[in-house]
């Protein structure tokens, strides 16, 4: 059943479902980042039934492809610097990843592109894009280089058509006629510094705060401030905890000798996402708070002070699913039986560096406007 709200676009037709209102919303940069930032969250708030809507921003076109053997992305190796081609293969991904996510449901979580969404206002474009969508525009993957171990920094070469320069109020303008007709209840994302400082997801907060501010707006038709805002962190102590943990489990020792990983050296600098002002949610802390969102099981989302932590441990299956199904990313994804410590399994990225996937995940909360 498609539900068509007064006015509604039909580009917003992707979010068509029984529930035209409320629910959560994601923003992310590329196809990967949905599952690697909040896919705990996206994957408990779909096992409760609840609606999930993503927007992603880019196809991810400048990723490296990893292409490892018995992968779905072996053989892939090809695409690598063809963006187009590169693009479309990571769509295909993130289908699958979308389904793992969902429960094995295609649908469950909606998904479509900013580029796809209409533009409220076409006077506020100033840049020139790759054609491609229905009204001539395709924002394009900005790149990134390593500056330093889990830290991003700009590419060199950014294209003028790349996603992180194309003016905030256009990107966000685009965004905000689809909050403004769905009424999330929730709207999450990076926090401002794109959790390791990719220019796409850093500009990915900047529009997502700037488009809550647009449907906002009470000069705006049908305006929608009832969103709140969770922004995705993790405790200082948690991570450091975690990498220790990670890098003393033995089939993760045995692992990283056979397929030439690495683990983070236990005193590097943590990413920007790592905060040290969350101790009172370190690992091992009884959790306190209110139920508001619980999953079938009844293992709560809890909340207090302004934090949300997200029980990761019982939907950690469908959330290494989405990594193997991310396979131009994402290497050697796995799912401990048993969680140790803060650690609930692992993954590589193209740095070949093993990172822990925890047992919770942390939202900072900004109520609604």
């Not at 917003?12 to 196809?31: E, I, K, R, T």
């Not at 408990?44 to 292409?67: F, S």
């Not at 692992?346 to 995940?361: C, D, I, K, M, R």
């Amino acid at each position: 059943m498609t539900i068509r709200l007064p006015g509604e676009d039909p580009a917003l037709s992707a979010f068509s479902g029984p529930a035209a209102f409320g629910g959560l919303l994601a923003v992310h940069a590329h196809p990967d980042d949905e599952t690697l930032s909040t896919g705990g969250l996206l994957a408990t708030w779909a096992a409760a039934g609840q609606p999930v809507c993503l927007v992603t921003c880019t196809r991810g076109e400048r990723g490296e492809v990893i292409a490892l053997p018995g992968t779905t992305s072996e053989g892939q190796a090809h695409l690598e610097g063809d963006g187009p081609a590169l693009g479309a293969y990571r769509e295909t991904e993130l289908a699958r990843a979308l389904a793992e996510l969902g429960g094995g449901d295609v649908g469950t979580i909606k998904q479509t592109f900013l580029d796809a969404l209409p533009l409220p206002d076409p006077q506020v474009t100033a840049v020139p894009h790759a054609p491609d969508t229905s009204d001539g525009v395709r924002y394009e993957d900005s790149g990134m280089s390593w500056v330093a171990p889990g830290v991003a920094g700009p590419a060199p070469d950014s294209p003028p058509t790349a996603f992180a320069r194309v003016p905030l109020d256009e990107s966000a303008g685009r965004l905000a006629a689809l909050i403004r007709a769905r009424r999330p209840a929730v709207v999450v994302t990076y926090e401002p510094s794109g959790g390791y400082g990719h220019p796409d997801h850093v500009r990915a907060h900047e529009l997502t705060v700037r488009a809550l501010e647009l449907a906002a707006d009470q000069a705006r038709p049908e305006p929608w401030a009832g969103a709140e805002l969770w922004q995705a962190v993790a405790p200082a102590a948690e991570v450091r905890e975690a990498r220790a943990t990670l890098a003393a489990h033995p089939a993760a020792r045995i692992l990283a000798a056979t397929e030439a990983l690495t683990f983070a050296p236990a005193h590097e600098p943590l990413p920007p996402l790592a905060r040290g002002d969350l101790a009172a949610w370190s690992a091992g802390r009884q959790e306190i708070g209110s139920s508001d969102y619980r999953s079938p099981d009844a293992q709560p989302i809890t909340r207090a002070d302004g934090v949300v932590r997200v029980d990761v441990r019982t939907v950690v299956g469908r959330v290494v699913g989405a990594m193997r199904a991310h396979a131009t990313q994402v290497q050697h994804a796995t799912a401990l039986v048993s969680p140790v410590g803060p650690v609930a399994g692992w993954y590589a990225l193209s740095n070949n560096v093993l990172a822990p996937v925890l047992t919770h995940e942390t939202y900072l909360v900004t109520p609604p406007r």
